[in-house]
């Protein structure tokens, strides 16, 4: 059974940073495309990275490039999200997923002072 | 980018009466190898999504067969076929054709009457 579990999710300042994990299992995740989505409060669901298997090629939406990073450790099965310059606006819930069929439960990420 | 429609936003259902969900895209989703990578996804209250169709009509394991994706080109289509209570929750189209980014819809919301 494929599990996604996130974390790393909390408060932070404006211009803060945060590192979000997911620690994955039951599949062979360096075969693995892997993406982060967001779903800011009552919204509905943005995407915002995508990490190949090797992590040689790596993609952002605009609204983040720049300021996050993904990657991945298959070493470690466990996917990252380094976020800095955080901002009131990256404030969600955000998901791990493998290649858009399997999900995580999230992490809530608030950002306010 | 893609931009991802849905109609309507709400959709109030009677129990075991039909439901359908529509999705236009802003640009063709038939990408160069043949396939059309368009995706349904249900989010039931306070769960993670979960995605119930792929490349338009393909069902996920465990989807009850009462849902069905159908459509081409821009315009696609969810169907449940009679609503049951389960099914209450917010549906979300997604194109993967042209990335990044990968763009979901607005979302539709459904509920019972």
């Known amino acids: 059974e494929v599990q996604l579990l996130e974390s790393g999710g909390g408060l932070v300042q404006p211009g803060g940073s945060l590192r979000l994990s997911c620690a994955a299992s039951g599949f062979t995740f360096r075969n693995s495309w892997m993406h982060w989505v967001r779903q800011a409060p009552g919204e509905g669901l943005v995407w915002v990275s995508h990490?190949?298997?090797?992590?040689?090629?790596?993609s952002y939406a605009d609204s983040v490039k720049g300021r996050f990073t993904i990657s991945k450790d298959n070493a470690k099965n466990t996917l990252y999200l380094q976020m800095n310059s955080l901002r009131a606006e990256d404030t969600a819930v955000y998901y791990c997923?493998?290649?858009?069929?399997?999900w995580g439960r999230g992490t809530l990420v608030t950002v306010s002072s | 980018d893609v931009v991802m429609t849905q109609s309507p936003l709400s959709l109030p259902v009677t129990l075991g009466q039909p439901a359908s969900i529509s999705c236009r895209s802003s640009q063709s989703l038939v990408h160069s190898d043949g396939n059309t990578y368009l995706t349904w996804f249900q989010q039931r209250p306070g769960q993670s999504p979960r995605r119930l169709i792929y490349?338009?009509?393909n069902r996920d394991s465990g989807v009850p067969d009462r849902f069905s994706g159908s459509g081409s080109g821009t315009d696609f289509t969810l169907k449940i076929s009679r609503v049951e209570a389960e099914d209450v929750g917010v549906y979300y189209c997604m194109q993967g054709t042209q990335w990044p980014p990968w763009t979901f819809g607005q979302g539709t919301k459904v509920e019972i009457k």
């Open positions: 490349k338009v009509s």
């Open positions: 990490i190949n298997t090797d992590g040689s090629s790596t």
């Open positions: 997923l493998r290649n858009f069929d399997s």
